[in-house]
């Protein structure tokens, strides 16, 4: 079963999607069977690689900041607080703040996801369901089981106790102990707990988006004027899912965005010339700080229940930073660079692994816990590069040979019946 579009007009710039082996807290990198585009495609979106690493990096600094002796009143800043230390109200108060935004990098991952999966779809390569489904969910899966166990590992070996944490923060996802139904709940990616590792719950709706392409795909296919409408009805929904509180409708058009961008990137809809790259992303990144402008400069303007609408803004930052660092620009050219592809490289693993590692730091040193968090930040580089190459990336070849093996398995069965009709 095989889905097709045929495109309607190629954009001036196509390259090839981000990172050879995997799909895009979640980096998830792009499943190299389902993004490798028409072979006349001879550049690579190799800035995309180098936002997705940087993205997984403002993870770990915005929970090492949780972490640490100041990580209550951090977030009791960004609620409001206006008695906040002066370190505190640095970082979560002035420009600062953009390299602590871990909830805003997920709504980039899951942008980034969005324009990965369906990019290639909209350049006419077809989409084989019977290898995408068991790829895609064991892409996913087995990358995350294997951090998940390596959560349970440390927490067990690592004799934890709460209560010496600095920050609430800590304490609630410190364990000194695991009952058997917690280990076990923890493995079910979408049904289960990711108390044990916390970043793992945007891989929940990763994968709920991944079963559900097929219907996105068909859902953005058929736009063919009115984009910049599309990804302001998106930015909408989220902003209504956030005040009503209903996560469906906060995550889901946030992947939605990114397949917008990439019809608009497809259809060479996004605005073209030498500047329109970094206007797209210095409009992107001034909407994913509007809500921070909005607390800081002018907190009575909108009134605290309504606050949360403002993330729409976000979900269309998140979107015009994707778009605008898809096309060629200085930009683009630094982050393509072999440190930034590094990150990528490794965004995924670093994702998984990294909240073990910094809160067992905390408990080893519970004395000095700033120390502990930021010796805690290479070693977590150094064991997210271990993953990516023993767990993560065989995990990917896996995941390939077994969609590869459904899909010959499809056509072998269904060949014969093909010819029965034919007699």
Known sequence: MRLRHQQRRGGPYAPRLPHGDGDG???????QDLVRPAASASTRFVALD?????????????????????????LAALAGARDSPTPVRLLADT?????????????????????????????????????????????????????MAFAIIVILLGHQKPETAPSEWARAFSFSTLSPSQIVDSFFLITGSTQVNNPLWSLRWELLFSLMLPVAFLAVARIARGHWYWLIA????????????????IYGPMF??????????????????KAAPWILVLAGVL?????????????????????GALQGFVAIGAALVVLGLSAPSGLARLLGTAPFRFLG????????????????ALQLAPGTPHR??????????????????????????????????????VRAISRPSAEVQDR
Request: overall charge positive; proline content about 8%; some cysteine.
């Open 234 to 249: 998106c930015g909408a929904v989220t902003a209504v899912g956030t005040v009503l509180g209903v996560q469906a409708l």
């Open 95 to 147: 420009p600062i703040r953009y390299l602590l935004m871990g909830p805003e990098a997920v709504v980039v991952f899951f942008v980034l996801s969005g324009f990965v999966l369906v990019f290639p779809m909209l350049q006419g390569r077809g989409l084989d369901l019977w290898s995408y489904y068991p790829r895609r969910v064991l892409r996913l899966w087995l990358p995350s089981a294997g951090a």
């Open 345 to 360: 490289r490794i965004s995924f693993s670093l994702y998984l692994v990294h909240m073990p590692i910094l809160l067992q």
């Open 50 to 74: 180098g936002l997705r690493g940087v993205a997984a990096v403002i993870v770990v600094a915005y929970h090492v900041v949780l972490g640490s002796a100041w990580g209550d009143a951090y």
């Open 25 to 31: 807290l979640s980096p998830v990198p792009p499943d």
């Open 287 to 307: 909407a994913l700080g509007l809500p921070d402008v909005v607390r800081v400069g002018l907190p009575d303007l909108v009134p605290g229940g309504a606050r």
């Open 256 to 273: 939605l965005a990114g397949c917008v961008a990439a019809v608009m990137r497809s259809q060479g809809a996004a605005p073209r010339g």
């Open 372 to 409: 502990a968090l930021l010796i805690s930040v290479p070693v977590a580089v150094l064991v997210a590069w271990l993953f990516a190459r023993f767990v993560e990336e065989p995990s990917a070849r896996l995941a390939r040979a077994v969609g590869r093996s459904a899909s010959e398995r």
